[in-house]
């Protein structure tokens, strides 16, 4: 069933569950490695599973039409060519851990009116990285930068549609140089229309190979629950930063009380709502009031941010889930202030 909503026995049982979950906390020296040893865990996760563990996010241009660049022509291209092959990869996904495809959230209105503002940032950055004026990407129109991009789950299904968009270039970014080596030696992977690089967006004092206030859209998908809640806000701020004026920011992850949450045994919890799985790797659980105040602070302004839940079947285990997915989508002002950080 999708879009079901919890009745209020399901939502008590859940945080009842979450509570005896979280009861014990993992020892905070012990927490130290998995902060500061965040990309070997996950480098290692992508040493032993390659790209087989998540499936290809094909929902991501259903969810995310901001993604493709305003180009009426193109757009009905892609209409006609890659949108039947986008459906039914994705009914094929039904029932699967390829979870967040399933969703079947009714669309923003999309790119159609997206204010093409003027950028004042990259007329101070016009010299460019390295002030050559020249950056991979920088003869692009439309440039997306995909944060956390694991082994290429989206950026190929996102690659495949771009073709359509001769003015556009993908970035993409993950700090486990193991997932970035699995994107650069994928067949799809060109440096004509994608970047790939390693990057730690924890990491400040590192500085991306494209000048501030240059991107269109920036996806962020299950890659801010991986990081450190106290380091949260100080990503999205650098974030908001290297879009342009009129970019959107494009968020979806675990919600508060997902299975994945409710699933977690005593002794895996690192504080509220943070957890460690057995691999190192974390997860956080999110609400729909911490994404918004999260983005806001950021100086964005919210145009979307929905709590989509859905039961999932598992006919394999034959079990069903209650699945939790927050999805929101940030528009950085013409005038922007970055609040929290002045
Ligand atoms: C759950 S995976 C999701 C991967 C991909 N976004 C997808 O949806 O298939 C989270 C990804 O975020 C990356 N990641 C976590 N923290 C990061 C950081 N501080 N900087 C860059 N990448 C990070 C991990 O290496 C991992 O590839």
């Not at 859209?217 to 801010?224: K, R």
């Amino acid at each position: 069933m999708d879009h079901m909503q919890w009745s209020e026995e399901e939502e008590a049982a859940a945080r009842k569950k979450v509570e005896e979950n979280s009861a014990t906390r993992v020892a905070p020296e012990e927490q130290v490695k998995f902060e500061s040893d965040a990309n070997k865990y996950w480098d290692t996760f992508y040493q032993t599973h390659k790209n087989k563990f998540f499936k290809n996010r094909n929902w991501l241009l259903r969810e995310f039409p901001e993604i493709l660049p305003v180009d009426q022509n193109a757009k009905e291209k892609v209409e006609e060519s890659s949108w039947d092959q986008i459906r039914s990869n994705f009914s094929r996904m039904q029932g699967t851990e390829a979870h967040c495809g399933e969703s079947c959230v009714s669309s923003a209105p999309g790119n159609k009116g997206r204010p093409n503002f003027p950028n004042p940032d990259l007329e101070e950055h016009s010299e460019g990285p390295g002030k050559t004026g020249r950056f991979p990407g920088s003869n692009a129109t439309f440039r997306i930068l995909e944060v956390g991009c694991g082994a290429g789950n989206s950026v190929f299904p996102i690659l495949n549609t771009l073709q359509n968009f001769p003015g556009a270039f993908l970035y993409c970014c993950d700090f486990a140089p193991e997932a970035v080596r699995l994107v650069k030696s994928h067949a799809s992977y060109t440096e004509a229309r994608c970047s790939a690089f390693v990057h730690d967006v924890c990491d400040d004092g590192l500085a991306y190979p494209f000048p501030d206030g240059v991107l269109d859209a920036i996806l962020l998908v299950f890659v801010l629950s991986s990081i450190h809640p106290g380091r949260m806000q100080a990503v999205v701020h650098r974030l908001s930063r290297l879009l342009k004026p009129g970019g959107m920011l494009l968020f979806r992850d675990h919600g508060r009380y997902d299975n994945a949450q409710l699933r977690f045994k005593k002794g895996r919890c690192l504080s509220e709502n943070f957890y460690v799985r057995g691999d190192g790797t974390r997860a956080y659980f999110f609400t729909k009031g911490e994404v918004h105040r999260m983005f806001c602070e950021a100086g964005l302004h919210e145009k979307q941010n929905l709590v989509d839940h859905r039961l999932q079947v598992n006919r394999k285990k034959q079990v069903v889930m209650h699945r939790v997915w927050v999805q929101g989508k940030f528009q950085k002002p013409l005038h922007w202030t970055q609040r929290g950080n002045e």
